[in-house]
């Protein structure tokens, strides 16, 4: 579904040169949308309980020594 969305001309501007310059000449609705994802992402662990975090925190920790493994073993060969 698609909807309209009214902005100032200078705003759209500065969408359409971050699309190109950053993004790669992505679609103005996929360069708002960038931001949009990266802040639910990085907001997303502070609606977290505190045992959801430690939960969250110790599986990243888990998945960062995996990659530093599967990492040695690869330079290895």
């Given amino acids: ?3 309209n969305v009214r902005i100032d001309s200078a705003a759209r501007e500065t969408l359409a040169r971050i699309a190109e310059r950053d993004y790669g000449g992505a679609s103005l609705d996929e360069t708002v949308a960038r931001p949009a994802f990266e802040h639910e992402s990085f907001a997303a662990p ?5 045992e959801e975090l430690r939960g969250y925190q110790d599986e990243q920790h888990a998945l960062a020594e995996t ?7 690869h330079e290895s060969e």
């Fill in 1 to 3: 579904m698609r909807t």
């Fill in 46 to 50: 502070a609606r977290l309980s505190d």
């Fill in 67 to 73: 990659d530093v493994t599967v990492s040695d073993v």
